[in-house]
């Protein structure tokens, strides 16, 4: 046993990287056979290999840095994930919340650490400051539930980062009393520098943005820049004089916008944070924790007891006077408690900085019973919070899936998204689309189908398809999206998607536009004239000169009677889950009684999504949109197959239309769904089975017109 001893504590890195990793591994296995929250074991494991406990590793300068990097990727996390439309509509909320959160448990502690510890006051001050923040322990929980949007936990996050800044406010106000030099001017300076940062940040990181996302698509490329501007705006605020967390949450919200839940990027910032980083940080906070000061003495009990229950008392106060305040379901009240009790990276920054304020020569702010009890406190708030987190995501899921169930059940939906591809350069695009438009709810297949015509060269052009939808295939994976893929021969392009349309049972299908150079009146192509003239379920055709996340606008141009397509609802749903996912305003024109309904599905449907709505009366206004489409807006053109009720002679200009005024724009058009079924399942006299693109009618008018200017 001496000789084994004598190994420990391990101060290798590459061993210490390997215990580490171990931990990451088995400490889920273990809890989950125990029923108990993954972070809990993360953060007891850190307390059983630290000094404190076996003495197993040194707690090196890799967990300063690694769990510097874990905590900043959890606040970043909770600013990328948050809804910012929600939080605009709901800011009374979070100012109303963040002001309880904040000021209860401190108002309980400073009141309990004077009458009861017998501290003094600018001990208690502190004390109260500690307890008046907050860490965001147990947000990795949130993701796995997939309740990142929920309301109570945007109210926890945003009240979270008000509490915290106003905690910090505080504490450098003590701080400052300690310091003879420090004056008016000190906060006027640090007003200054902090108005300074939030401008430029505001203003600057957009722009680079898009500026970069516009240039490089390639993925490690995007991860690395997306965490240099995580870095670059905690680095700021730290020089600022707060806190890191506050600009890695800051530079969460205003990159949030421009990383889509469903992106493979936010899929990587997610993997990578979740599994290391973030582990990493709480294995860190556990080797600070030294339980046995729970058996130094009654004294230690007492001081530890009572800052735990007055501390998660005053959140608790909060949480559930909010939750009742604004009228909120008792789960969402256990929410708010859980997110909102635990103190960790906070807690411990706030203490070092008292064990460097001196009372008095050799006597500090902060005694020893002080620090034991904070440093105790802390793990009993992290495994509290986890713990009521935990309980409150299953009855927030079981709830909402109670009146999921109960409000779809009857109403089945066969959405099953066809992307139909051949070119590489903007393959990739189409797919990333389809992952914005499908329902994660149902989390359907997407299906890539790559058709090649049957000749000679058909056996190349199939290795190429087999390659392309390979690397299609990596691109879904990265999004953790199934991906079914098939090249299929055929001597008709259009009725190979078609067949392979039905054999999947597939509801709609995305596919590409051709960029044309010049005016030509096979605008749609050599075989998507077919296509749509002989299958009635919803076709998108796309054509992206830039990426999709840079877009800020969406604008619809929506013909008179759509409303009464078999298919209205169908791409309004779309396109709504569209403007949802890259967080940019969708305007829709058309006359007002479509207006109303599309407002209507809207507002019932996706009321985080910023609609606006401006009549067209009549569809010759269309080429006037052109003026104001800009290159980061997406121009959708919802149009109609002849003989369908809201088709009219003036959608046989729009190709020219489209070419003349539209081109080089992000474009959309899309044909609804018409009929039940198709048309290839029935013959009818009084149903014509083609449609040419231009009528007979048109080449006599187009001859006389150039008669008449001859």
């Not at 600070?288 to 501390?311: A, E, M, P, Y």
């Not at 002849?642 to 959608?651: F, H, M, R």
Request: with cysteine; glycine share 6%.
């Amino acid at each position: 046993m001496t000789l084994l001893t004598s190994y420990f504590p391990i101060t290798d890195p590459t061993l210490i990287f390997f215990v580490v990793l171990l931990i990451i591994l088995i400490a889920p296995i273990v809890m989950s056979k125990l029923r108990i929250p993954h972070i809990i074991g993360m953060v007891l494991a850190g307390v059983m290999i630290g000094k404190y406990g076996f003495n197993i590793l040194v707690r090196d300068n890799s967990f300063e840095l690694f769990g510097r990097v874990g905590l900043y990727y959890i606040m970043f996390l909770a600013g990328l994930e948050m809804d910012m439309e929600s939080v605009k509509k709901q800011s009374r909320s979070f100012v109303v919340f963040g002001l309880l959160t904040c000021f209860v448990p401190f108002l309980l502690t400073y009141v309990m650490a004077i009458t009861v510890l017998g501290y003094a006051p600018a001990a208690s001050f502190l004390l109260g400051c500690i307890m008046a923040s907050n860490t965001l322990i147990a947000y990795p929980i949130i993701g796995r539930y997939g309740l990142q949007r929920h309301r109570s936990v945007l109210l926890s996050v945003g009240s979270s980062m008000i509490s915290l800044f106003i905690s910090l406010m505080m504490l450098a106000a003590l701080s400052g009393s300690f310091n003879e030099e420090s004056g008016w001017w000190f906060w006027v300076f640090f007003l200054l520098k902090f108005a300074a940062y939030c401008i430029g940040s505001v203003w600057l990181i957009p722009k680079l943005t898009r500026y970069f996302l516009r240039r490089y698509s390639d993925a490690v490329m995007q991860y690395i820049f997306v965490l240099g501007i995580m870095f670059l705006s905690a680095a700021l605020t730290s020089m600022i004089g707060i806190e890191g967390i506050v600009g890695a949450f800051f530079s969460g919200l205003i990159l949030n916008r421009y990383i889509p839940r469903v992106s493979p990027l936010m899929n990587r910032i997610e993997f990578i944070g979740n599994a290391l980083f973030i582990p990493y940080f709480l294995i860190g906070v556990g080797m600070l924790i030294n339980v046995r000061l729970l058996f130094s003495g009654l004294n230690v009990l007492w001081t530890v007891f009572l800052i735990v229950f007055i501390g998660t008392f005053g959140k608790a106060a909060a949480a559930y006077m909010s939750s009742l305040l604004f009228r909120l379901p008792k789960a969402d009240g256990n929410m708010m408690f859980g997110l909102t009790s635990a103190h960790a990276a906070g807690a411990i920054a706030m203490v070092m900085v008292g064990m460097r304020l001196e009372v008095s020569p050799g006597e500090y702010l902060i005694d020893d019973n002080m620090l034991n009890g904070v440093v105790m406190m802390i793990l009993f708030t992290c495994v509290i919070s986890t713990l009521v987190t935990e309980h409150a995501s299953k009855q927030i899921v079981l709830e909402e899936k109670g009146r999921w169930n109960e409000d779809n059940v009857v109403r089945e939906d066969d959405e099953k998204i066809l992307v139909c591809v051949k070119y590489p350069e903007i393959a990739p695009q189409l797919l990333y689309f389809s992952i914005l438009l499908r329902n994660g709810r149902l989390n359907r297949d997407i299906v890539a189908l790559n058709v090649v015509y049957d000749d000679q060269k058909s056996s190349q052009a199939r290795e190429q398809g087999l390659r392309l939808l390979e690397q299609l295939q990596r691109q879904a994976s990265a999004s953790e999206v199934k991906l079914l893929t098939q090249v299929r021969l055929s001597t008709n392009i259009a009725n190979g998607i078609k067949h392979a349309f039905k054999e999947f049972g597939c509801s709609e299908i995305i596919m590409g536009m051709h960029i044309h150079t010049d005016a030509n009146p096979r605008f749609w192509g050599e075989f998507i004239q077919s296509l749509y003239n002989g299958l009635n379920r919803q076709i998108i055709l796309t054509r992206f000169v830039q990426p999709l996340s840079t877009l800020r606008r969406i604008r619809v141009a929506v013909p008179s009677r759509a409303e009464f397509e078999p298919g209205f609802h169908r791409w309004l749903e779309r396109l709504s889950r569209v403007a949802g996912q890259l967080d940019c305003r969708i305007q829709f024109h058309g006359r007002k009684e479509s207006l109303i309904l599309i407002a209507e599905y809207v507002n019932n449907h996706h009321p985080h999504v910023r609609a606006e709505y401006t009549s067209m009366e009549h569809w010759n206004e269309l080429p006037q949109l052109a003026a104001d489409i800009s290159e980061d807006h997406l121009f959708v053109v919802v149009t109609a197959r002849k003989g369908t009720i809201s088709y009219k002679n003036a959608l046989e200009r729009l190709p020219d239309e489209l070419q003349r005024h539209f081109s080089g724009k992000n474009l959309m058009i899309i044909f609804p769904d018409q009929y039940g079924d198709t048309k290839d399942d029935r013959m009818s006299f009084t149903e014509a089975q083609h449609h040419e693109e231009n009528s007979i009618y048109d080449y006599i008018l187009k001859k006389l017109e150039e008669v008449r200017k001859g």
